[in-house]
């Protein structure tokens, strides 16, 4: 696996003291519902009927038919390229697969994600695969063999997030050629056999980095509205637009769960006494990341369904009615965990790029340069960073539930009914910085 360099910043590089720093993080997370419950009493958002229309040209040319192969050709031979490296290059670190897969894939696809919106469905490499096989066969990529069932919802890509997580964060010799490719080939298979039985709706719903980056896009400031125009929009009323559907929770808290165990796997405290017991590493990280997804699950679920009683409201669809509100905090995670690591190790994988099988090539000409290590030189900028994005993740998280709250529940209980929402929040932001700079 790479260098564990998630955090750069400890406890001693915060500006202000750590407990301080939690304390007031819990309080700011706090005194924003009180805010948002004197001043905002109605709903503002409006999903995906909002946005201010981008000129007629870019919406013709981003739909064009040659435009998006230009796109999907590019995801495809980038994909084949990586592929190169599995299949031919040796089995170091110095083989910029476990780079591209565990680096530019997994943390890449997030700022892709802000900057271009869902710009992966067309970039997805298993789509086009699937594409051009449809095209070959004379048949429509929307055609299956079988019909989806509705109640399978975003579940399989759920569990595809979590076989990545475990793959990352668990797994014995998982920066190992053989491991990462028998990973990749199950990945593979699976995806396009599941759209070979259900058609292409299958890779929005089965595909683990293709449903965790339309979640992430929900966070960007394009948009495509009802009608079909482009538009640009706030981004939480873009994340308002996010349709509740089975599974949407569980793929949250797949992504909030594994990202805090991630945190939690790197603390001093972990190590030392899972290094004491008789089980395996493997097991401990298994059941300790199991454990984190199920108590993201449990909480955030109990809270909503508690809220609705609270609020004299329908508590079984509530969960994934709230269940975009929990995007916001998992981006936070994300950057807070991940932005140090992303900038040098994707830097290092770029360079390792251009020597795909290790042989001395220089393809891109970045073979020779060096890994840009000046970011290590201000680590309490970066803690500062790590904070606020949890933080801010948090307090997006409670703009979104608020105004979702105000659209569902009785305006005289629409604040008791986000109580329990509220504290689960404030719990997860004190967890969460506890986490991060724990180890």
Request: glycine content about 10%.
């Amino acid at each position: 696996m790479m260098i564990p360099l998630h955090g750069i910043g400890g406890r001693q590089d915060l500006p202000v003291p750590f407990g301080l720093a939690v304390g007031g993080a819990a309080v700011a997370v706090a005194l924003s519902f009180v805010v948002l419950g004197l001043a905002w009493r109605s709903p503002k958002y409006r999903g995906n009927a909002s946005g201010v229309p981008l000129p007629i040209a870019i919406t013709r040319t981003v739909d064009a038919g040659w435009f998006r192969w230009i796109v999907r050709l590019f995801g495809l031979a980038t994909f084949l390229y990586a592929m190169v490296s599995l299949t031919f290059g040796v089995d170091r670190l110095t083989n910029p697969i476990f780079g591209f897969i565990y680096i530019l894939v997994w943390v890449g696809l997030v700022p892709i994600s802000l900057v271009f919106g869902p710009v992966w469905r067309t970039l997805n490499p298993l789509r086009t695969v699937h594409l051009l096989l449809s095209k070959l066969l004379r048949q429509p990529p929307s055609k299956g063999l079988l019909e989806l069932p509705a109640w399978v919802g975003l579940w399989p890509a759920a569990l595809g997030i979590f076989a990545f997580t475990w793959l990352e964060l668990v797994a014995p010799d998982r920066a190992t050629i053989p491991v990462l490719q028998a990973w990749i080939a199950l990945y593979v298979v699976i995806t396009l056999f599941g759209a070979v039985l259900f058609g292409d709706r299958w890779f929005a719903q089965g595909d683990p980095f293709e449903v965790y980056a339309t979640l992430m896009s929900r966070l960007s400031p394009w948009g495509r509205r009802t009608d079909g125009r482009l538009v640009l929009r706030r981004p939480l009323e873009n994340l308002d637009g996010l349709r509740a559907q089975p599974g949407l929770v569980g793929m949250v808290a797949a992504l909030l769960g594994s990202t805090a165990y991630d945190g939690f796997s790197n603390s001093s405290a972990w190590i030392g006494w899972a290094q004491n017991q008789d089980i395996s590493m493997t097991w401990l990280g298994t059941g300790a990341l199991i454990v984190f997804v199920l108590f993201v699950l449990i909480t955030y679920s109990g809270a909503t369904v508690l809220a609705g009683r609270l609020s004299d409201s329908s508590r079984t669809s509530l969960p994934g009615l709230f269940a975009h509100s929990v995007v916001p905090i998992a981006f936070g995670y994300v950057v807070a965990h991940y932005l140090t690591l992303f900038i040098l190790e994707g830097q290092r994988t770029l360079i390792y790029l251009s020597d795909p099988l290790s042989n001395g090539a220089n393809i891109f000409g970045t073979g020779l340069l060096a890994v840009n290590t000046g970011i290590t030189n201000h680590s309490t900028a970066i803690s500062v960073i790590q904070v606020a994005a949890v933080v801010c993740g948090h307090l997006l998280g409670v703009v979104s539930a608020h105004d979702r709250a105000v659209a569902l529940f009785p305006r005289t209980k629409a604040l008791a009914g986000q109580l329990p929402l509220l504290i689960v929040m404030v719990g997860y932001t004190c967890a969460g910085l506890l986490l991060l700079f724990s180890s």
